[in-house]
């Protein structure tokens, strides 16, 4: 098995919304904000080689929304699904499988694309099977007020209609592997319904990607918790038996979100959970 960090884009995001009912002044220390309170965010995806079987987790938001609407998440840098894959050595039509942790734009986007004479949509990836799970996605296609604009329809609705719609098979144990993917899938509810954080051995090691359960350095403190989340309190409840087994196994945290670090561990503390050491990709993959 290979590993390979996929750089999807980079956007902002409001820091208060990314932070919810923590202070600026203390937020502020590990995720700066600029002059119109917004704050740096990756779109950093997992590209897993597993034998025949390339497996694509996330795809950033994609391009085919409007002007306006990227206005509002103000991309930077030059990073781009299409040009992190090609330096990896892969193209978009080598994916077999893309495996979606929950159905918001900065998440799924990238999937569907405008087909060639921007009449309809089309998967972007013509030959990937697309994996969510059912109670996501009804929850997703019957979106509630609070998630809607998170919910697109066009980001959703063209995976069904294509065919390459899956989904994955529930478990009693969150960690046991999955056959349909070959790696571990954790579930989780308070920032959206049924969120999937996957857990993958990679020599000897296991790698958490951790999609919107943890979206950066700065969100390990159990209060710090986004703006964004449905559930707030039940996700106080699943980060904090989250981080206290991350620690204790020693497991390295991929982060999706995090514009400036890659992968991290904990370690307890007195005052808690907190951040032990970061690494790069580079460090951990190879």
């Known amino acids: 098995m290979n590993l390979y960090p996929i750089k999807a884009g980079n956007f902002k995001l409001d820091g208060g919304a990314m932070f919810g009912v923590v202070p600026k002044v203390l937020w502020n220390k590990t995720n700066p904000a600029d002059a119109n ?3 740096d965010i ?23 929304q409007s002007e306006k609407f990227f206005g509002y998440y103000s991309p930077w840098g030059d990073d781009d699904l299409d040009k ?14 893309i495996f979606i942790t929950h159905l918001h734009f900065d998440h799924c986007g990238g ?6 004479d921007r009449t309809g949509y089309e998967l972007a990836f013509k030959n990937a099977k697309v994996w969510s799970n059912k109670e996501h996605w009804d929850w997703a296609v019957q979106p509630n007020a609070r ?13 069904e209609e294509s065919g390459h719609l899956n989904f994955v098979s529930r478990t009693a144990n969150a960690f046991q592997k999955q056959t349909e993917l070959g790696f571990g899938v954790l579930f989780a509810d308070g920032h959206t319904e049924k969120q999937m954080i996957p857990h993958i051995t990679h020599k000897d090691k296991t790698i958490v990607f951790m999609a919107d359960l943890l979206p950066t350095v700065g969100h390990i403190p159990l209060p710090y918790v986004m703006g964004y989340d449905t559930r707030p309190l039940l996700t106080l409840d699943e980060k904090k038996l989250f981080l206290e087994t991350a620690a204790d196994n020693g497991w390295y945290l991929f982060l999706e979100h995090d514009a400036h670090n890659e992968i991290i561990t904990l370690k307890h503390t007195e005052k808690g959970v907190r951040l032990n050491e970061v690494f790069s990709c580079e460090d951990i993959f190879n």
């Open 84 to 97: 992190s894959l090609k330096e990896k050595g892969f193209h978009r039509d080598d994916i077999t499988d």
């Open 111 to 116: 999937v569907v694309q405008w087909n060639k």
């Open 37 to 39: 309170n917004l704050i």
């Open 147 to 159: 998630e809607k604009a998170s919910f697109l329809k066009e980001n959703i609705l063209p995976i």
């Open 42 to 64: 990756a779109a950093r995806c997992l590209l897993i080689e597993d034998g025949e079987r390339l497996t694509l987790i996330d795809s950033g938001m994609g391009d085919k």
